[in-house]
Nanobody, 115 residues
Framework: QVQLVESGGGLVQPGGSLRLSCAAS????????MGWYRQAPGKQRELVAR???????SYEDSVKGRFTISRDNARKTVYLQMNSLKPEDTAVYYC?????????WGQGTQVTDSS
């Protein structure tokens, strides 16, 4: 059984910042590539950032240079630092493995542009 609990979302002005956290209850968290996904209204869920077990990161083009993914294996937590937020970043953000565990999506955390 895997549980993923996202937190840290909120209402933010364009250009603002947020830091999302995801706590994972999985015994061998450190071996998995983890990702942050988002789903905007009316759109499919997309992977926006990923981090390998060795700390190698990659990003979807629209967030490159603005978002930073990191992980703390001791705390079994993955983070997403989001800077210079844009209205099009409004979405529910989820963490999961990459590739995702289809049965273990968390509740997500809402990020909303306040403009």
């Amino acid at each position: 059984q895997v549980q993923l609990v996202e937190s840290g979302g909120g209402l933010v002005q364009p250009g603002g910042s947020l830091r999302l956290s995801c706590a994972a209850s999985v015994s061998i968290f450190r071996i998995f590539t983890m990702g942050w996904y988002r789903q905007a209204p009316g759109k499919q869920r997309e992977l926006v950032a990923r981090i390998s077990s060795g700390g190698i990161t990659s990003y979807e083009d629209s967030v490159k240079g603005r978002f930073t993914i990191s992980r703390d294996n001791a705390r079994k937590t993955v983070y997403l630092q989001m800077n210079s937020l844009k209205p099009e970043d409004t979405a529910v953000y989820y963490c999961n493995r990459d590739p995702a565990w289809s049965d273990y999506w968390g509740q997500g955390t809402q990020v909303t542009d306040s403009s």
